[in-house]
């Protein structure tokens, strides 16, 4: 819907629709929308893949931009030599992410 509206009216849009998920509607700052976008740089700069897929288009960049950063990451290979990258939150939930191409995209392997 906001990519939608026309250009002059895009910003009033954005923060309508971020304003309802401040935690602190009474400030001008808005925790979340800031909290959001930052985790969706951190993803472009850091998930991005040798098949030029942008970080945050990545399985690790929609992870982490969903959940933020992992308590503990592990790093190994699988049996076919494969890297392998488990994500490990709170709560039991874990994520694995493998390098089937060798291009550092890393697609999810279960959740």
Known sequence: ??????????????????????????????????EYYRRVDYAAENFSALSNKKGFDTD????????????????SSDSEGKIVETWYYDQQKKFIFVDKQGTGEFP???G
């Not at 895009?10 to 400030?27: A, C, G, I, V």
């Open 60 to 75: 690790r960049g929609k992870i982490y931009i969903m959940f933020g950063k992992p308590k503990k990451i592990e790093r």
């Open 1 to 34: 819907k906001i990519l939608g509206v026309k250009e002059k009216n895009y910003t009033k849009e954005l923060f309508k629709f971020w304003k309802k998920y401040d935690p602190t509607p009474l400030t001008q700052y808005n925790e979340v929308m800031s």
């Open 108 to 110: 999810l392997k279960n």
